[in-house]
T-cell receptor
Framework: DADVTQTPRNRITKTGKRIMLECSQTKGHDRMYWYRQDPGLGLRLIYYSFDVKDINKGEISDGYSVSRQAQAKFSLSLESAIPNQTALYFC??????????????FGEGSRLTVL | AQSVTQLGSHVSVSEGALVLLRCNYSSSVPPYLFWYVQYPNQGLQLLLKYTSAATLVKGINGFEAEFKKSETSFHLTKPSAHMSDAAEYFCAVSKGNDMRFGAGTRLTVKP
């Protein structure tokens, strides 16, 4: 089984719908991240969490929200999806408790299409 | 703010040829630098990491990268390309809690 699991892997939805992408991990890491990947833009950080009680906005948090339900679970929500949120979304974890290591462990991605 | 520029969104090489993927960074202080690889339909995985120890860093699958402060570069190389190296490669820079990825370079390996 994968260390970082994302569900769903693929989702097609309509404008205005609420969507939740879920991430669970078995690596025991406190730090979790949600990234968005668009062709030609690389990965951009949406939200991150350094522990269960810690949530931080990333570069492109507008239109998104997150919930850290447990150390192992970090979900991303689109409250009212719009077409320009069509992208590939990645969850990642990171070990360590002090300075960042930068060594991220990624899920396989959730491809979201908003019509 | 720091940033990463990858020169060339697509690179094509023949099997057995040298692979060179270019990455330049901007940072006010020496950062941590990374190369990640993304195979089709998979998440990214770490290839190698520079953390201010040796300037030449060896990674998995025969890849290595050299940190050149004077050129603000961290180019990725492999002496001999293999078909299995076909993937997208991302350079990333990290300082403190800020980590930025480049736009990626897609490597194609021709038989």
């Amino acid at each position: 089984d994968a260390d970082v699991t994302q569900t769903p892997r693929n989702r097609i939805t309509k404008t205005g719908k609420r969507i939740m992408l879920e991430c669970s991990q078995t690596k025991g890491h406190d730090r979790m991240y949600w990234y968005r990947q668009d062709p030609g833009l690389g990965l951009r950080l949406i939200y991150y969490s350094f522990d269960v009680k810690d949530i931080n906005k990333g570069e492109i948090s507008d239109g998104y929200s997150v919930s850290r339900q447990a150390q192992a679970k970090f979900s991303l929500s689109l409250e009212s999806a719009i077409p320009n949120q069509t992208a590939l979304y990645f969850c990642a974890t990171e070990g360590g408790s002090g300075s960042r290591t930068g060594e991220l462990f990624f899920g396989e991605g959730s491809r979201l299409t908003v019509l | 703010a720091q940033s990463v520029t990858q020169l060339g969104s697509h690179v094509s090489v023949s099997e057995g040829a040298l692979v060179l993927l270019r990455c330049n960074y901007s940072s006010s202080v020496p950062p941590y630098l990374f190369w990640y690889v993304q195979y089709p339909n998979q998440g990214l995985q770490l290839l190698l990491k520079y953390t201010s120890a040796a300037t030449l860093v060896k990674g998995i699958n025969g890849f290595e990268a050299e940190f050149k402060k004077s050129e603000t570069s961290f180019h990725l190389t492999k002496p001999s390309a293999h078909m299995s190296d076909a993937a997208e490669y991302f350079c990333a820079v990290s300082k403190g809690n800020d980590m930025r990825f480049g736009a990626g370079t897609r490597l194609t390996v021709k038989p």
